[in-house]
């Protein structure tokens, strides 16, 4: 069984009615609902408004893959919260980050840089697949169409990827490195760009299979849940 959490701010969907008309369940109920069909996943759902803003260690260390959205309340979380998702994606918990979750202080520790980019709202977006043998790939066709999404552009200040599976051209001309992925530690790691809390992403089936496959890729049955040390070495092997 996989044990994925799904995290969001569960803001936007309760103070903004068209986005509560989307998203009656929140972002999150919306992800819970599709992945939930899949028999060999168990999902839980944390929001920021929950003791210790919905992160106890007890949920972490039974999180295998861990996806997160979030966008107007970065800064409110915690960094003692921050550096603990951080510490259980090193020891191997998979990690989705979903849209603006690009620049949660939880990204920016794992991956080192500002997490930087241009936006625009309302442009159309082709989401174009690149990398068809990648797993999350599977079942994608050639080009998805989203006919209302944010635009993000580049340049987008990551690291380099360890691989580039979409690639996102908008109306308006410009490109984006939409989906990524990426290692910290033992942990695997997928940005996903779609997800503009106003359009209804997540209810996209095409969208919905490429999360499903992140989840299965981000996945690691033994993970050691090891932590990084700087170890001294007392005897050679040699």
């Not at 009656?24 to 944390?46: A, V």
């Not at 994608?140 to 360890?162: N, R, W």
């Not at 496959?213 to 993970?223: F, G, I, P």
Request: charge should be negative; charged fraction near 30%.
């Amino acid at each position: 069984m996989i044990r994925v959490t799904i995290w969001n701010e569960f803001i936007h969907e309760r103070e903004n009615e068209k986005i509560k008309e989307i998203y009656p369940q929140g972002i999150h109920g919306c992800i819970k609902s599709f992945l939930e069909r899949n028999e060999d996943m168990e999902i839980t759902c944390r929001t920021l408004d929950m003791p210790n803003q919905g992160l106890e260690e007890d949920i972490l260390r039974k999180t295998d893959v861990l996806i997160w959205w979030s966008h107007i309340k970065q800064e409110e979380l915690t960094d003692e919260n921050a550096r603990r998702v951080q510490k259980y994606v090193q020891r191997g918990m998979g990690f989705i980050g979903l849209h603006s979750a690009h620049f949660s202080k939880v990204l920016k520790a794992l991956l080192g840089t500002s997490m930087t980019l241009k936006w625009r709202h309302g442009d159309k977006e082709r989401l174009w697949c690149i990398n068809k043998i990648h797993p999350i790939a599977k079942g994608i066709p050639e080009c998805i169409t989203l006919p209302k999404e944010e635009m993000y552009g580049e340049y987008f200040d990551i690291p380099a990827p360890d691989d580039i599976i979409f690639l996102g051209w908008f109306s308006g001309g410009e490109v984006f490195r939409s989906g990524v992925t990426f290692h910290s530690g033992y942990g695997k790691i997928f940005y996903f760009q779609p997800g503009h809390e106003e359009y209804p992403i997540y209810h996209i089936d095409e969208i919905q299979r490429i999360i499903i496959n992140a989840v299965y890729w981000a996945y690691q049955e033994n993970k050691s849940m090891e932590e990084l040390e700087c170890t001294a070495v007392e005897k050679p092997m040699e």
